[in-house]
């Protein structure tokens, strides 16, 4: 019998019903005792990794890197045979995984994101010290569309071991084999430390029984989630009504609305931009952009959703990440053409439009479709517009298509794109999330459940931490980011003064 289940350090053997059969094995789903064991294990690793040096949680990351590597063409391997991706997007996406972890282990060296803060020696107040602590056992779900960057060692598992809490992974049943690899090269990297291996967990579950089971669980202090809508209310539902609630970072998808002032109409460039990043990863990133609308008169919006319409339809068919996913963008397309509005079809892309008019009549036409579909919004004026965006939902982008004289209408109308958008940007595509520090990767509500936090970037890692304060704590018993010789040599707000060691 395959030892499918990483649970606690050890593979292990499961007997269960509930399992999934694919070219590369059969996968069986984790059991209720595996479950409970390999929470119990992050719970029982918990406040060891959570003291634990930076320096520590560094090497932690770069083994990770260099165990991935070792592994790399088998990783890659078994992505493809599970996407039917192409080589290029699986090496692509295993740089981009690599490279995040690697964003993290930089982001360990200053320890800012400890916000440590003291507050000493100031007459009539005690003596105050804060500092950023682990949530504790994190349970993540891997994605779908993103078996490597977005899943098993993507960027919620790395960002929530840098801040130092132990990870127990819900593999994706779409790329399982995927998943497996990934998490055996992470076993052996924890393996290399002198860390508890219950910091790192891995576990099948095509049933939602296994997802249900690790987010009752009492150990579990926090949830990742990358996906559907639907699946990340459930979750988030089921966080809440524990009898100890707990957050849920969801990040659920947008259609990223795409504005295009009149001056930008009849740019020879933007419709072939837009087209290639319609059909980018054939339509599957979160930030595809599903929502076009144009302002101006109607022959140059004519002539410019000719261009669209070209530049899509002509795209050749590509590989959906899985047969359920392309099911599903064919179901919603079928559906679309009972909608009001003219769908133009491609081998495989689509291309809707529709007036803005007809569009306020059924908001459900703002609905993700997951594919490489963009519907095309006809406005007769700004005002038109800004009525459409404070009745859309929250959108992890909204991007801004206008010219310098432009910039009066884009200044009345920018308030409406904050308010909607966690990234606006200006003359570009959404396509395309860079790794750094600056970077927003979540939205008002339904784009992310918390639009206060990342999933990409630095700003990721704050999700698995909560403040703490010490008052009056005698200096041994302080954490070390805490104490007044500062041992880490991390950065510290002392006094109202940011004081730099290194």
């Not at 292990?12 to 059969?26: F, H, Q, R, V, Y």
């Not at 076009?292 to 000719?306: M, R």
Request: overall charge negative; aromatic content about 6%.
């Amino acid at each position: 019998m395959r030892k499918d289940n990483l649970v606690g350090g050890q593979w292990c053997a499961t007997s269960n019903e509930s399992k999934i059969e694919t070219p590369l094995g059969t996968f069986v789903d984790a059991n209720s005792e595996q479950i409970s064991q390999a929470v119990a294990a992050a719970v029982a690793a918990s406040d060891r990794y959570a003291s634990s040096l930076l320096t520590a949680r560094q090497a932690l990351l770069q083994y990770m890197v260099e165990e991935l590597e070792k592994d790399k063409l088998e990783i890659v391997e078994a992505y493809q045979s599970e996407s039917q991706l192409p080589e290029g997007r699986a090496m692509g996406e295993f740089g981009r995984t690599l490279a995040q972890i690697q964003q993290f282990i930089k982001l360990l060296e200053t320890g800012e994101f400890l916000q440590a803060s003291l507050t000493t020696n100031v007459e009539g107040t005690p003596d105050l010290r804060k500092i950023m602590h682990p949530l504790g056992p994190v349970v993540v779900f891997g994605a779908s569309n993103f078996p490597l960057a977005f899943s098993t060692a993507g960027g919620d598992t790395v960002s929530a071991l840098a801040a130092g809490c132990p990870v127990i992974v819900k593999a994706h049943p779409y790329h399982p084999e995927t998943s497996r690899r990934v998490a055996t090269a992470v076993q052996r990297a924890v393996l290399r430390t002198d860390f508890p291996p219950g910091i790192f967990s891995h576990l099948n579950g095509v049933s939602h029984t296994v997802g249900t089971a690790l987010v009752n669980h009492p150990g579990t202090q926090a949830v990742g989630f990358t996906g559907s809508f639907k699946a990340g209310k459930a979750l988030m539902n089921l966080a809440h009504n524990r009898p100890t609630p707990i957050p849920v970072f969801a990040e659920m998808g947008s259609v990223n609305p795409v504005v295009i002032f009149e001056s930008k109409l009849l740019d020879k460039e933007l419709p072939q931009a837009l087209a290639d990043s319609i059909a980018l990863g054939c339509g599957q990133f979160c930030t595809n952009p599903g929502l076009i609308f144009l302002l101006g008169n109607k022959t140059d919006q004519t002539t410019f959703i000719s261009s669209l319409s070209s530049a899509l339809l002509d795209k050749e068919k590509a590989a959906m990440v899985h047969p359920n996913i392309e099911k599903h963008y064919l179901k919603s397309l079928k559906e679309l053409e009972a909608k009001p509005l003219d769908l133009h079809r491609g081998v495989q892309t689509a291309l809707g439009v529709i007036s803005a008019q007809d569009f306020l009549k059924d908001l459900s036409l703002e609905e993700e479709v997951f594919g490489p579909y963009s519907l095309v919004v006809q406005c007769e004026n700004l005002t038109e517009l800004q009525t459409i965006l404070t009745q859309i939902k929250g959108q992890l982008t909204l991007s801004i298509h206008a010219a310098a004289e432009d910039n009066p209408q884009v200044k009345t109308l920018l308030p409406y794109a904050v308010a909607k958008a966690g990234r606006v940007l200006f003359s570009g595509v959404p396509t395309g999330v860079a790794v750094n520090a600056s970077m927003q990767h979540g939205g008002p509500y339904p784009a992310s459940s918390d639009s206060r936090f990342t999933a990409v970037g630095d700003a990721a890692i704050m999700r698995w931490l909560r403040p703490i304060c010490y008052q009056d704590c005698p200096e041994e018993l302080l954490p070390p980011a805490l104490q007044e010789s500062n041992p880490l040599e991390i950065t510290r707000t002392v006094n109202g003064k940011l004081i730099t060691a290194k």
